[in-house]
């Protein structure tokens, strides 16, 4: 990650972290403690700077570094100061307000999407053409009984509203059917968000700036330990 971007965020300090920081300004040359020092004060701060950990993570690795370290009492081990122990157990950027991320619909999806709708608009334009064609055909047939029109009007609305809530039955029927088709197309879109999420989350977390030491059950125990 370029130091342009590394400026840009934060790091939560977690009680470990702050242990484990807290030791240190006596130990750090002035310009490191003086950017190390605000965020050792009480109350505790939420944040601190990735950029105050990584030149720590750097300083504790030169000779002068690895020297104090050791002078201190009781003495400190310069692994628990790489980025990858700094880091362990602590959240990126947790005052920003990340967007909710939508994944792209695949275009089978797309299409069953489309074909649905307009399944929906044909049931709803038969519904509305048997309402109509019924009422009109009652209005028609009464005219045979020899009925008034007050009574012939009365009798098509009577048959054009029963043949409405039929067809308000048969879409609903509809409607529920489709329902666990759609949960099931919503949960499939859900694990692929959170799947991306996690995704985002690794490849947001600035890699740690170390080089090898040869001292990998030293470290592997101190992470044990910050875990």
Not at 39 to 46: D, F, G, R, T, V
């Amino acid at each position: 990650m370029s130091n342009s971007n590394a400026s840009e965020l934060n790091i939560s300090l977690e009680p470990h972290l702050w242990d484990a920081l807290a030791p240190l300004p006596s130990l750090l040359p002035p310009a490191l403690k003086s950017g190390l020092t605000p965020y050792l004060s009480n109350p505790k701060p939420a944040t601190i700077p990735y950029n105050v950990l990584q030149e720590i993570s750097q300083w504790s690795r030169t000779t002068a570094g690895s020297a104090s370290l050791q002078s201190h009492r009781p003495p400190l081990q310069p692994q628990s100061y790489t980025m990858i122990a700094l880091l362990a157990g602590t959240t990126t950027s947790p005052e920003r307000k990340f967007g909710k991320y939508v994944p792209k619909k695949e275009p089978d999806e797309v299409e069953a999407r489309n074909a649905s709708e307009r399944k929906t608009v044909t049931a709803l334009v038969n519904a509305l053409l048997s309402i109509v064609g019924a009422g009109v055909a009652t209005w028609w047939a009464a005219d045979k009984t020899g009925w008034r029109n007050e009574w012939r009007v009365l009798f098509a609305l009577f048959v054009a509203i029963v043949v409405a809530i039929a067809e308000a039955g048969l879409y609903l029927i509809w409607q529920s059917r489709r329902s666990p088709m759609k949960s099931a197309s919503q949960t499939r879109r859900s694990i692929a968000a959170a799947r991306h999420k996690k995704e985002d989350d690794i490849s947001t977390l600035p890699g740690p700036d170390i080089k090898p030491t040869g001292k990998k059950t030293n470290e592997t125990a101190n992470l044990r330990q910050r875990r």
